[in-house]
T-cell receptor, first 110, second 115 residues
Framework: ETGVTQSPTHLIKTRGQQVTLRCSSQ?????VSWYQQALGQGPQFIFQ???????GRGNFPPRFSGLQFPNYSSELNVNALELDDSALYLC?????????FGEGSRLTVL | QQQVKQSPQSLIVQKGGISIINCAYE??????FPWYQQFPGKGPALLIA?????SEKKEGRFTISFNKSAKQFSLHIMDSQPGDSATYFC??????????????FGPGTSLSVIP
């Protein structure tokens, strides 16, 4: 059974650019959630995908968007990057409600 | 009402001692309370979880105590070890039928266990 894998692990962007982060779900998990973790804080829920549809969203603007593919892998896209978007982005796959997190993608916006 | 409060922010405990982290919530719709452990450079990992119909749950050296009337819950780590040094997050989730898998995390407690 493979775990949740995320790519890239680290990346640096400049303000105004766009970024795509990728996540491969744990085998058998059909639900994927994305969280943003700022330095020294707890993860904040961005949104969740179930069977390729967004079925829940946290308090994040529309420039945060996502996709889920038929193999349950997922992407997080962030447009018009702002300095405050610098954070660790965590993907979590789940089945029956228990979250399994990947190691995250560390985004730095300059 | 969606907030989960957590204290202390940081904690230093001697090896063999008891580590205690406290959390509180307001939303009575929460019905699942997990604790996550996060090591530097890693994602959070589920440590132990409890539902509000139970007042205590123990798994090895880790115990959750839950006080539904006070809307408080706590994690006790018995016989703390240097390998327990990590950041601990309490969390809460409302009924999955109404809130899917959205988990609200506390701000975290950085635990250092010194030899």
């Amino acid at each position: 059974e493979t775990g949740v894998t995320q790519s890239p692990t680290h990346l640096i962007k400049t303000r105004g650019q766009q970024v795509t982060l990728r996540c491969s779900s744990q085998s058998g998990h059909n639900t994927v959630s994305w969280y943003q973790q700022a330095l020294g804080q707890g993860p904040q829920f961005i949104f969740q995908y179930y069977r390729e549809e967004e079925n829940g969203r946290g308090n994040f603007p529309p420039r945060f968007s996502g996709l889920q593919f038929p193999n349950y892998s997922s992407e997080l896209n962030v447009n018009a990057l702002e300095l405050d978007d610098s954070a660790l982005y965590l993907c979590a796959s789940s089945v029956y409600g228990e979250l399994f997190f990947g190691e995250g993608s560390r985004l730095t916006v300059l | 009402q969606q907030q989960v409060k957590q204290s202390p922010q940081s904690l230093i405990v001697q090896k063999g001692g008891i580590s205690i982290i406290n959390c509180a919530y307001e939303n009575t719709a929460f019905d699942y309370f997990p604790w996550y452990q996060q090591f530097p450079g890693k994602g959070p990992a589920l440590l132990i979880a409890i539902r509000p119909d139970v007042s205590e749950k123990k798994e090895g050296r880790f115990t959750i105590s839950f006080n539904k009337s006070a809307k408080q819950f706590s994690l006790h780590i018995m016989d703390s070890q240097p390998g327990d040094s990590a950041t601990y997050f309490c969390a809460a989730r409302a009924n999955r039928k109404t809130s899917y898998d959205k988990v609200i995390f506390g701000p975290g407690t950085s635990l250092s266990v010194i030899p």
